[in-house]
């Protein structure tokens, strides 16, 4: 469900979300968050000042009492995501039904996974900074050999989404170089090629075609699509992030 939230009861008092910087107003919205963003959410974050606010400021002691019980019976994340969303009563069964089937996954999946998937929202919602320090601990920590060299190649072209995003294309490269040689994804590569040209780093373009061999069908989609930025600003130097992401944001991770 999507659109006008219509609210059983709206408080005038916000209650702060820091990961992708909002406030919500009502029980409906935070149900909308969790269902949303599954991935944002650890067990930190049903704390005491959230549990007040939905008892207090809302005035959902029910719903509150709930998420105690829930946490002193030692109730897990999925519990607790679902008893929330489902006590709102804000979406259909059909939706809960897709809910729990991405709970299901969630459950199922590593810490690193779930790391990177929280990474991967952040960006989505270009929460730049938060989203980089998600993939730079991934790769602080030990590779987790369960997890494939296209996983590990994604968050190296994440990370140089970010920094093309904000204009760092000597990093931002060096970023989608590594992302290539794990994944050898042509996406990762064509990112490679764009960032260069942005970057009108002529040295480093002639080095990496030769070194990736790149075909002349991609050169030429690169060059046209430099070509149409070019024609559609006036000031190509302070082209904003959001022309930018158009040129190289084409990804979507399914990881």
Not at 40 to 57: H, M, P, T
């Amino acid at each position: 469900m999507s659109g006008l939230i219509i609210c059983s009861k709206q408080s005038n008092l916000p209650y702060y979300i820091k990961d992708i910087d909002i406030n919500i107003y009502s029980i409906e919205e935070l149900s909308y968050y969790l269902y949303n963003h599954v991935y944002l959410v650890d067990e930190d974050f049903f704390s005491e000042s959230l549990i007040n606010y939905i008892e207090n400021v809302l005035d959902q002691k029910l719903i509150a009492n709930g998420i105690r019980q829930a946490k002193t019976h030692k109730g897990g994340l999925v519990e607790l995501i679902s008893f929330v969303v489902k006590a709102a009563s804000y979406y259909s069964e059909r939706e809960l039904a897709k809910l729990q089937k991405e709970l299901d996954l969630l459950g199922n999946k590593s810490g690193i996974e779930r790391l990177k998937a929280k990474g991967d929202i952040l960006l989505s919602c270009k929460k730049y900074r938060n989203a980089f320090e998600c993939y730079k601990y991934i790769l602080l920590k030990k590779r987790d050999q369960n997890l494939s060299s296209e996983f590990y190649g994604n968050i190296y072209n994440n990370l140089g989404i970010i920094c093309a995003n904000m204009f760092k294309y000597k990093d931002a490269g060096n970023y989608f170089r590594q992302g290539y040689k794990l994944s050898r994804s042509l996406v990762v590569l064509k990112h490679l090629i764009l960032t260069n040209m942005l970057a009108d780093n002529q040295a480093e373009l002639e080095k990496d075609i030769l070194q990736f061999k790149v075909s002349d069908e991609m050169m030429e989609e690169c060059r046209g699509r430099i070509e149409n930025a070019k024609a559609d600003s006036e000031d190509w130097l302070n082209l904003d992030s959001d022309e930018i992401e158009m040129m190289i944001h084409e990804y979507r991770s399914d990881n």
